[in-house]
């Protein structure tokens, strides 16, 4: 197979199997309910949980993590594809995920799948992650907040522990898909909250509004 056509397979694979809908899938199966349209307007873990049920998370997760997250790293390796290829198409994956072509780029937070490209090419940060955001939960409870003190971490940590460009860009590229996707979120804003206020609750913690409770309870049309 020539080179272009391998690079060009591994990264449609790094997206369109990234972009597969699973939660809204079974949310529409199992509670007959668009997950877009219900809760935080997350199709993720956390609105899975509250409005579909607790069961239906882990193997969504499972899918998401070793499925999602994991092979495009590695079918871009059996193609035989240098490591930013690899780096591509895992991005890829994140990116499918978050901004999903089949719902009107409306997706999940890239939370699972990026774990998975992490253990696929980053063990270490990925350990580091697991550290700092389980520290930071302990302490405050706020988990976003620390998912993106740990992202943030990330490029920080390739360049300390002297890893491969490749791996710097990766990391790199994790916090900005992960910036991007709160800032925009899956609407444009919630009414009586003003913008600054907004972008601020979505960059620190993932919603538009401070209260938890609240988002995850609302309806999201």
Same mark, same amino acid.
């Not at 060009?8 to 199992?30: D, E, F, H, K, T």
């Not at 520290?135 to 907040?145: D, E, I, N, R, Y």
């Not at 971490?153 to 910036?179: H, K, N």
């Given at each position: @197979?020539? /080179? #272009? ?12 199997? &990234? ?13 007959g309910i668009d997950l877009r349209r219900?809760? #935080?307007?997350? %199709?993720?873990?956390?609105? @899975? ?15 998401? %993590? ?15 594809? /240098? ?6 198409? #895992? $991005? ?10 089949? $719902? ?5 937070? &890239? ?7 992490? $253990?696929?090419?980053?063990? =270490? ?26 992202? &943030?971490?990330?490029?920080l940590l390739s360049l300390w522990w ?8 990766? @990391? ?10 709160? $800032?925009?979120?899956? #609407?444009?804003?919630?009414?009586? %909250?003003?913008?600054?206020?907004? =972008?601020?609750?979505? =960059? =620190? ?10 988002? %995850? /309870?609302?309806?999201? /049309?």
């Amino acid at each position: @197979m020539d /080179e #272009s056509l391998k690079i060009a397979v591994a990264l449609a694979y790094g997206y369109l199997l &990234g972009a597969v809908p699973m939660s809204y899938v079974v949310g529409r199966l199992i509670k007959g309910i668009d997950l877009r349209r219900v809760g #935080s307007g997350n %199709v993720g873990a956390s609105n @899975m949980w509250v409005h579909v049920g607790p069961f239906w998370v882990f193997p969504i997760g499972v899918f998401d %993590v070793f499925v999602k997250g994991m092979t495009p790293a590695l079918v871009a390796r059996a193609l035989d594809l /240098e490591l930013d290829v690899q780096v591509g198409a #895992s $991005l890829l994956a994140i990116v499918g995920h978050n901004w999903p072509v089949w $719902l009107k780029f409306q997706g999940g937070r &890239g939370i699972a799948p990026t774990a998975g490209v992490l $253990l696929s090419l980053g063990r =270490l940060e990925l350990a580091a992650i697991v550290v700092i955001v389980t520290a930071g939960w302990q302490l405050t409870k706020a988990s976003p907040v620390w998912v993106l003190i740990g992202f &943030g971490i990330l490029p920080l940590l390739s360049l300390w522990w002297d890893r491969p460009g490749e791996a710097v860009w990766l @990391m790199t590229g994790i916090l900005a898909i992960t910036v991007v996707k709160r $800032l925009a979120s899956n #609407s444009l804003r919630s009414p009586g %909250v003003s913008v600054p206020r907004m =972008l601020l609750n979505r =960059l =620190l913690f993932d919603r538009d509004i401070a209260d938890h409770d609240a988002w %995850v /309870e609302r309806n999201a /049309e």
